[in-house]
Every structure is written in C-alpha cells, then in structure tokens.
C-alpha cells in the first residue's frame, strides 16, 4: 500500500509541476517584452535553462547518486521555487531585467537538470517492489500526466492572461512546483540498496552507455530526435507565413501532435511492457520521420497536415515508454540513475542547440528541405540503431528481459 501511495504522489508530482510550467511558458515572454522592451531578451530564460543541462554530466555527476528519496528531490524542487521567484517577485517591485531572467534560467535549470531524471528512476525504483514490468507502465503513466498538460495548460493559461494579465501567473509555475515539492515529502520509498555486483560510486555517462549498447542505440535516437525537432515547430511556422497562412499551419501541426500524443500516451501502459523495447522505440522514430518528410507535400490541407502530425504524435509515447522500460529492465541502482539523466542530457542538450542554429538552417536551406531531410535523418538513425541491423545472438539476454533479481546486469551486446 505504501509503495502505491507513493506512485500516485510522484505521478501528481509530475502533474503540478508541468502545469505550472506550461502555463508560466505563455506569460513569462508577455512580461519579459513588457518590462524589457526588447524581443531578445525573451529568450534569455530558455537559452540560460539550457546551459546547466548541457553541462550536467560533470557539475551533476556526484548530486545525481544522492537524489534517491522523495526528501531529497523536494529539497531541489524548493531550490527551484526560489528560480522561479525571481522574476515575479523583481516584476512586484518594478525591476525586471535581463539579469533577473537569466538568473530564473540558470536557477531553474540547474534543478531541472537534476531532479527530472532523478524521479524517473525513483519512480522505477519503487516500482521494482511490486513486481517485474510495474515500472514502465508507471513511467508511462507518468508520460502521460506529463502529455497532458499539453491540453490542459495553455488554454487555462490563455484564459488567466485574458481575465488578469500576464504578471499574476508568473506565480503560477513556483505555486505548482511548491506544490510538488510538498507532495514529494509524503513519499516514504526510495532506492533500493546497492546489491553486491552492483555499481555503488557515481558512473560516468559515457560509461554506462559503454557498458549497455542497447540503451546507448535507445539515447541515440533520442538525441537525433531533439537535435531535428527545430524543423518541425519552426517549419511548420515559416512555411505558414511564407503560404499567406501565418500561424496557422504550425496550430494544425501541434493540435495534431498534441491529440495523437495524447492517444498514444493512453495506449502505452498496456502496449509498452507486450512489446520489444527497441524495436518499439525504432519504429516510433521512423513513423515521426516519415510524417515530417511528408508535411511539405501537403501544405495546402490544415486536415492533412493535423493527420500527419497526430500519426507521428501517436507513435512518440510508444517509444519514449519502450526506451524508459529498456533502460530499467537493464540498468539499477547508480546506473539506472546514470542511464536516465544520460537520456535527458542528450535529448534536451540536442532540442536545444536544434532551436539555436534552426532558424539559420531554415534561412539556408528553405523550410521544406528543412523538414524532409529531418525526417530522413531519423529515419536512416533508427534503422540503423534498431535491434534488426546486429540480431541478438540466442543464447543472450534479450533487451527488454527483466534484472535478475539480487544482482545488477553486466555489460550487455546487441
């Protein structure tokens, strides 16, 4: 009972803190350009965000091995609170600056770096008491909390804005996050003691990619994913206002991604653990692919372009909860931890440096190549990376078998 207890205050956790950070997301540039008076500095919060993630693999190594209990990562969700005041709290006395949105960016990003793959693997952790397999339908059920915000969130902050302006939800994020963080207090589980042939310091990134080839394929594709998903949101944005349809092929676009991601996000908890994990995550990135490959044909039609767009949303969940059950049933204690911010460094550094040259290989390249060749980058990525390219020889462990119980798993091949 105490572990379910503790899986339901995680899976809200998730949803407090990601509500509160879609809806700061539609304000927080509103009040930026206010009291600034200058479009760049819009930015700033994002761009500082960024910097602590890509560089997280030295600063966090050691903090990463300590976020092992529900106390522990509230403890960095308050640090984040503080982040997340500065700016309302410098807009209440007047004195909105870039320094106070860089200072939020860093702040925050920092904690972000940290404590989104530290709950993941508590998530797993916990789980792992309740039998073989809870753990990715939980991951997936907590993707799908994380999904749903992406409904939820901007209307109620669009209607927020609307009724009292901008400044007022500024605290809704640091309100979410506390929230969050007091939610995280209540969790009594934690991280499985180190198992005698398990790994107890901190592992390097890079060496726990080395030693499970199989996840290393799983955190490469994930990687090209977020490096091309540029082409997408500003694609689709360029090539509407290039059309005469500004603004409204980039809304077809993620209203279509948004409701297949959501679909595919419920299908996942039953889907995910019946089915091979690579081959499951390879597969999503090809559907993606090819719907992004596909959208230039088919500019003329906001129907199509949706269609298109809620297929390759329909496929991503499928292969995010393939790629978080690969790496549980592969990896545990300090290496399970190690594994999932591996992934999230990759991925978010990649979206990330993506939006910073994006808009300069759209101005080269056209929006339209931009998003074929992206699509034909994934592609070529997960039918390279996927399980059918070096077949797994019979007398080795699959990649989605579970840890034997007692020990950690030794270095695998595909």
């Known amino acids: 009972m ?7 205050a995680m899976l809200t956790t998730t949803f407090l803190t990601w509500m509160g950070q879609r809806t700061t997301a539609v304000a927080l540039p509103l ?19 960024g910097l602590p993630m890509l560089t997280s693999a030295w600063w966090a190594r050691g903090l990463r ?3 092992t209990t529900g106390r522990a990562l509230a403890v960095v969700l308050a640090v984040q609170v503080v982040g997340l005041l500065v700016v309302p709290i410098g807009a209440a006395v007047g004195t909105v600056g870039p320094i106070h949105l860089a200072a939020t960016g860093l702040i925050t990003g920092c904690a972000t770096a940290v404590s989104a793959p530290a709950q993941r693997a508590l998530l797993a952790d916990i789980c792992d008491r309740l039998g073989s397999g809870v ?16 409904i939820v969130a901007p209307p109620l902050a669009g209607w927020a804005i609307t009724v009292g302006g901008p400044f007022r939800l500024l605290w809704a994020e640091a309100v979410g996050v506390g929230l969050g963080a007091a939610v995280l207090l209540t969790v009594r589980g934690g991280a499985a003691p180190a198992t005698g042939g398990g790994m107890t310091d901190a592992p390097a990134l890079r060496h726990v990619l080395a030693r499970h080839p199989e996840v290393r394929r799983a955190v490469t594709m994930s990687g090209v994913g977020g490096l091309v998903w540029f082409a997408f949101t500003l694609g689709l944005a ?13 809304s077809a676009g993620m209203t279509g991604y948004g409701a297949g991601s959501i679909v595919g996000a419920l299908m996942a908890p039953a889907l995910v653990p019946r089915l091979p994990s690579l ?13 992004f490959a ?18 390759g949303g329909l496929a991503m969940p499928l292969g995010i909860g393939a790629m978080n059950r690969l790496i549980t049933v592969r990896t545990d204690g300090a290496e399970r931890r190690a594994a999932f911010a591996a992934e999230s460094l990759v991925h978010d550094g990649a979206v990330s440096l993506g939006l910073l040259a994006g808009g300069a290989v759209i101005g080269l390249a056209g929006a339209g190549p931009t998003l074929i060749v992206a699509g034909a980058a994934q592609v070529a990525v997960a039918l390279l990376a996927g399980p059918w390219v070096i077949p797994v ?8 078998s579970p840890l034997p119980a007692g020990r950690a798993r030794s270095a695998s091949s595909t």
């Not at 753990?135 to 992406?150: G, P």
């Not at 500019?299 to 297929?311: H, M, R």
Request: hydrophobic letters at 50%; proline letters at 4%.
């Open 65 to 67: 091995q300590r976020l």
């Open 31 to 49: 009040v930026a350009l206010a009291e600034t008076g200058s479009p760049w500095t819009t930015g700033l919060v994002g761009g500082a965000v």
């Open 2 to 8: 105490t572990a379910r207890r503790d899986i339901a």
């Open 294 to 311: 596909a959208l230039p044909a088919v500019t003329s039609s906001l129907t199509l372009i949706a269609c298109l767009a809620a297929v």
């Open 238 to 250: 360029i090539l509407g206002a290039e059309t005469g349809r500004p603004g409204l092929l980039i």
């Open 393 to 400: 020889p019979a007398h080795q462990v699959r990649d989605d």
């Open 279 to 291: 081959g499951t995550m390879a597969t999503g990135w090809i559907i993606l692919g090819a719907s």
């Open 135 to 150: 753990a990715s339908r939980m991951l997936a059920w907590q993707d799908f909390a994380h999904r749903s915000t992406m």
